[in-house]
T-cell receptor
Framework: GAGVSQSPSNKVTEKGKDVELRCDPI?????LYWYRQRLGQGLEFLIYFQGNSAPDKSGLPSDRFSAERTGESVSTLTIQRTQQEDSAVYLC?????????????FGSGTQLSVL | GENVEQHPSTLSVQEGDSAVIKCTYSDSASNYFPWYKQELGKRPQLIID?????GEKKDQRIAVTLNKTAKHFSLHITETQPEDSAVYFC???????????????FGTGTRLTIIP
């Protein structure tokens, strides 16, 4: 079936504007993750969902960041009042859980540029 | 929480030689250690993983070793080829019925370049 889909693939916004990033996980995957990857850097955890609830949102960098998931499917990551330091690739991943292993299937990411 | 450190940050290897990337972790309860490969402009993909009940796992030219006592694990790539050039990320998490679902904590990545 289809893989993890993210939209938009690229987003250019002005400082101070709000942005919404969307993730469509693989059908049937109960776990969904958001990671941030700054240029040349590693994968920084933001939040994960089990079903529609978020047991771990410890990686959200500030209260400008929020995320929700509905129907145990689509998730949106919202960044309010964007700042230049928010510029990064935002990666979504899903996995089949419960499972003794945690193979994450990543989307191709949203490249966010804040001018 | 878990902290994963990865070394080196960059690595250049002559084609045909071996490459080794090392990671350490802080949480002794971590029991699952995957490695992801990210080619330029592409999404990370799982290439191999190991659970804490084994010390080594091989898959063709790649292998991962785990030392639970020292809390470190390594990726070994033998007979390197140009297509092995990519960024490699190690990760760690706790998995199993006692822990439920926990996030993967990633290392900072190693940019591997294979020199033809």
């Amino acid at each position: 079936g289809a893989g993890v889909s993210q939209s938009p693939s690229n987003k250019v916004t002005e400082k101070g504007k709000d942005v919404e990033l969307r993730c469509d996980p693989i059908s049937g995957h109960t776990a969904l993750y958001w990671y941030r990857q700054r240029l040349g850097q590693g994968l920084e955890f933001l939040i994960y969902f089990q079903g529609n609830s978020a047991p771990d949102k410890s990686g959200l960098p500030s209260d400008r960041f929020s995320a929700e998931r509905t129907g145990e499917s689509v998730s949106t990551l919202t960044i309010q009042r964007t700042q230049q330091e928010d510029s990064a690739v935002y990666l979504c991943a899903s996995s089949l859980d419960p499972s003794p292993v945690e193979k994450l299937f990543f989307g191709s990411g949203t490249q966010l540029s804040v001018l | 929480g878990e902290n994963v450190e990865q070394h080196p940050s960059t690595l250049s290897v002559q084609e045909g030689d071996s490459a080794v990337i090392k990671c350490t972790y802080s949480d002794s309860a971590s029991n699952y250690f995957p490695w992801y490969k990210q080619e330029l402009g592409k999404r990370p993909q799982l290439i191999i993983d190991i659970r804490s009940n084994v010390g080594e796992k091989k898959d063709q030219r790649i292998a991962v070793t785990l030392n639970k006592t020292a809390k470190h694990f390594s990726l070994h790539i033998t007979e390197t080829q140009p297509e092995d050039s990519a960024v490699y990320f190690c990760a760690a998490s706790r998995r199993g019925s006692n822990f439920g679902n926990e996030k993967l904590t990633f290392g900072t990545g190693t940019r591997l370049t294979i020199i033809p």
